[in-house]
């Protein structure tokens, strides 16, 4: 099986004590092309290996990224027996709270896994610190058609990768082999990220973001939802085709709760670019 190379934030520590020393995360960043260390440790056999990506940097907030990955989180999660809070932690923690140019469209890559996935891949610019020296190439990473498509290739991984021993590797992280989520995050670490404190930032951020709510599983509309998601559920129900856009929505979350991409959406309502305004009716079928 190929293996998955990953990619976690150093800057989540800095993020974990603003928090605490302002209760409140917020996102003041404008949009720049800008070169964004995401270290952390990767299982790649008995090296560690240390990466730098160029990222793209936008203003999306961890809030809104958040609803625009919970019911695709929630969705996958709950038909292949994991948690929907340590997958969103985990899609937080690597594509630098949905500011990655790798995680947003038109790549949906939420894990930074490398490779070709449906034959569709994206190159990148990185530098690996491998053997005493830093390495700069173009790398190729997976790109999807949807997040719900890269939560579904992230469980496969986690559900099927097999160790030198024969066992599932990831066997720990199945909800059925835990009692909390802190289990399965407990299990992440050494294994899927090298990282010692790759636990405490996953459960760090599944605390500060409430995402235990996501673990209910997706049957029928919830209080937690997004109105985009609630209205989905609606009208798939009804045969109504339009959205009407509400406080709160981004494109990425409408698009995610219809199933479509971004590009689609905009396609539909020939919109240019990707802002919209409480109020205006999307066309979504």
Not at 8 to 34: C, D, E, P
Not at 118 to 134: A, I
Not at 236 to 245: K, P, Q, R, W
């Amino acid at each position: 099986m190929e293996k998955c190379e990953t990619r976690s934030s150093r800057h989540v520590k800095r993020t974990i004590q603003k928090k605490k020393n302002r209760h409140r995360f917020t996102s003041g960043m404008g949009v720049a092309l800008l070169s964004v260390p995401l270290i952390g440790g990767v299982f790649a056999g008995s090296e560690e290996v240390e990466a730098t990506e160029y990222e793209q940097i936008s203003s999306v907030s961890p809030e809104s990224f958040i609803e625009s990955i919970g019911y695709s989180a929630s969705s996958v999660a709950s038909a292949n027996d994991l948690y929907a809070s340590v997958m969103i932690a985990q899609a937080l923690l690597e594509s630098s709270y949905g500011n990655s140019q790798l995680a947003a469209a038109p790549n949906y890559n939420l894990f930074g896994v490398k490779g070709s996935y449906m034959g569709q891949t994206v190159y990148m610019t990185t530098s690996e610190y491998l053997n005493d020296e830093w390495l700069i190439a173009a790398e190729p990473f997976r790109v999807y058609s949807s997040y719900y498509e890269s939560f579904q290739d992230h469980a496969n991984v986690i559900l099927s990768a097999v160790s030198g021993y024969g066992d599932y590797h990831y066997a720990g992280v199945w909800k059925s082999n835990t009692s909390s989520y802190m289990d399965a995050t407990a299990a992440l670490t050494g294994t899927y990220a090298t990282d010692p404190d790759y636990a405490q930032k996953l459960n760090w951020l599944i605390e500060a973001y409430a995402l235990t709510r996501f673990d209910t599983g997706t049957a029928g509309y919830s209080y937690y939802s997004t109105a985009a998601e609630n209205q989905a559920v609606i009208y798939a129900e009804s045969g109504i085709s339009n959205y009407t856009v509400n406080s709160g929505d981004t494109l990425w979350g409408i698009a995610e709760s219809y199933g479509l991409t971004v590009d689609q959406l905009m396609a539909l309502n020939g919109l240019s670019s990707d802002m919209i305004t409480v109020g205006q009716v999307l066309e979504v079928r």
